[in-house]
């Protein structure tokens, strides 16, 4: 019995640790999506740099 609690434990625990991973990993995509969406929508000029390298590279 004590060895089935001792498995349960570390499956919860587990289970927790890929729950704040998937947190973090929404978050960063998150984050880059409302980058790209205030990007699009005012084109600051700070961003001109990128870019032109970005249109560079595509031309390559």
Do not use: T
Not at 22 to 43: D, H, K, N, S, T
Not at 44 to 54: A, N, V
């Amino acid at each position: 019995m004590e060895r089935e609690r001792k498995n349960k434990s570390y499956l919860i625990w587990v289970e927790q640790i890929w729950e704040e991973i998937e947190v973090q990993f929404y978050g960063i995509i998150g984050a880059i999506f409302f980058f790209i969406l205030i990007y699009c929508i005012f084109r600051p000029h700070w961003m001109r740099p990128l870019s032109d390298l970005i249109s560079k590279l595509n031309y390559l």
